[in-house]
């Protein structure tokens, strides 16, 4: 069985803070997604990872891919309210096979 | 450019009883998902189309889960009869390229806004 998993399930932080969540697995990823989902709405994409050690970084969040590609990250530096949400990390384990999501870490800011 | 359409947006139902969902994909998109995402855990394909024909329905409760998308671009997916356990949002999910397609961007999945669906 192929598991994706994400930790922490569930943040409660303060405007400002910095915050890492992780995603897991046993398995080698042939790329990797992070997607952040809004009540009431789909998950939206956020940035994929293909290369093991791939760093991307989208204004306030830093993305990081595992250099055996098992593993990857997500920072988010000074975080703000507007930032609450569901974050899911997904990832493809082989070229055009189907994608497999972790459980999601629930990311609440309070101002 | 519109995105994934679904309706209806919200469904409550009585166990036993049919409910059917629709999906309207981006225009032009040759592959279309389906998802079932539980309260807490993140979304779970339940079946794969590539045109009108089939890709992936491992994870399909076919005894009871139905889909089709006949003409190549809507689809409906159907569940009957339906258990309290089925509750859950189902996400329509649609993406430019085929199965063999690379990594995104090719493959990127757009998602619809789903379909909360309560089972009394």
């Known amino acids: 069985t192929q598991l994706l998993e994400q930790s922490p399930q569930f943040l409660s932080i303060q405007e400002g803070e910095n915050l890492t969540v992780y995603c897991n697995s046993s398995?080698?990823?042939?790329?990797l997604q992070w997607y952040r989902q809004e009540p009431g709405e789909g998950p939206v994409l956020l940035v994929t990872?293909?290369?093991?050690?791939e760093v991307k970084k989208l204004k306030r969040l830093t993305f990081q891919f595992g250099d055996a590609r098992k593993d990857s990250s997500l920072h988010i530096t000074a975080a703000q309210p507007g930032d609450t949400g569901l974050y899911l990390c997904?990832?493809?384990?082989?070229?055009?096979?189907?994608?497999?999501f972790g459980q999601g870490t629930e990311l609440s800011v309070k101002p | 450019e519109a995105g994934v359409a679904q309706s209806p947006r919200y469904k409550i139902i009585e166990k036993r009883q049919s409910v059917a969902f629709w999906c309207n994909p981006i225009?032009?998109?040759?592959?279309l998902y389906w998802y079932q995402q539980i309260l807490g855990q993140g979304p779970k394909l339940l079946i794969q189309?590539?045109?009108?024909?089939?890709?992936?329905d491992s994870q399909l409760p076919k005894d009871r889960f139905s889909a089709e998308r006949l003409k190549g671009v809507d689809s409906t997916l159907k569940i009957q009869p339906a258990k309290l356990e089925d509750s859950a949002v189902y996400l329509c999910?649609?993406?430019?390229?085929?199965?063999?397609?690379?990594?995104?961007?090719?493959?990127?999945?757009?998602f619809g806004p789903g379909t909360r669906l309560t089972v009394l």
């Open positions: 999910a649609s993406s430019l390229a085929g199965v063999r397609a690379g990594p995104p961007p090719d493959n990127e999945q757009f």
């Open positions: 398995s080698v990823f042939s790329s």
């Open positions: 990872v293909v290369t093991g050690g």
């Open positions: 997904a990832g493809h384990y082989n070229q055009g096979g189907k994608l497999i």
């Open positions: 225009s032009g998109h040759a592959t």
């Open positions: 189309f590539q045109n009108n024909g089939v890709v992936d």
